[in-house]
């Protein structure tokens, strides 16, 4: 089955710093998603992006599908940016979810 | 509008104990799906439903049987539970044509001594 993996798998950094989370997968994909799971637990759909790049507000999202990889840029960290990143590639009908990425952002 | 719920938000069993989570989305969608995430797995499909009265298998069935009697509901069941089933458990529905955009529940957490 398609493998996701993620990198790093931990992310520490202070106030105001820019961070880029990556996600590679094993095999031809048409959707790719990356949600953010807040330290409540709770999980949120930040982007959508089976190719090219998207912008929203101080995050933005880059899927290269032909070298399966994706891209998740976070800019001007702020410490609500803090949780756990996921992406997640589409089979069928499920999404394959990837490891994680944990981001703790310090005042 | 309460989006996707779940029922109970926390439970501890005892090993060889049953039990059934609840998972309920007034969305009217057809999709419906229960994951489990395990530190540092991220999150693993146990079973899904794409309509009322129909289910399937994902990526960790075993150990857990899963009912769609009516489209709202998705109920979750553990027979005879394990520690190895300790776990926090997540439903999530979406409408048909629209696999990106799942909603997901506040998760429950299950301990398994």
């Known amino acids: 089955g398609i493998q996701v993996e993620q990198s790093p798998p931990d992310l520490i950094l202070q106030e105001g710093a820019n961070s880029t989370l990556r996600c590679n997968f094993s095999?031809?994909?048409?959707?790719l998603q990356w949600f953010h799971q807040n330290p409540w637990g709770q999980l949120i759909n930040l982007f959508y992006?089976?190719?090219g790049t998207k912008q929203n507000g101080r995050l933005s999202a880059t899927t290269v599908a032909t070298e399966r990889y994706s891209l998740l840029y976070i800019s001007s960290s702020q410490t609500t940016d803090s949780g756990v990143y996921f992406c997640?590639?589409?089979?069928?009908?499920?999404?394959?979810f990837g490891t994680g990425t944990r981001l703790q952002v310090f005042p | 509008n309460a989006g996707v719920t779940q029922t109970p938000k926390f439970r501890v069993l005892k090993t060889g104990q049953s039990m059934t989570l609840l998972c309920a989305q007034d969305?009217?969608?057809?999709?419906m799906y229960w994951y489990r995430q395990d530190p540092g797995m991220g999150l693993r499909l146990i079973h899904y439903?794409?309509?009322?009265?129909?289910?399937a298998k994902g990526e960790v069935p075993d150990g857990y049987n899963v009912s769609r009697l009516k489209k709202q509901n998705f109920l979750l069941g553990l027979e005879s539970a394990a520690p190895s089933q300790t776990s926090v458990y997540f439903c999530?529905?979406?409408?048909?044509?629209?696999?990106?955009?799942?909603?997901f529940g506040p998760g429950t957490r299950l301990t398994v001594t």
């Open positions: 992006i089976p190719s």
């Open positions: 095999d031809s994909v048409n959707n």
């Open positions: 999530a529905s979406r409408r048909q044509g629209s696999i990106y955009e799942q909603y």
């Open positions: 997640a590639v589409v089979n069928t009908d499920k999404l394959i």
């Open positions: 439903s794409v309509g009322e009265g129909t289910t």
């Open positions: 969305m009217n969608h057809e999709y």
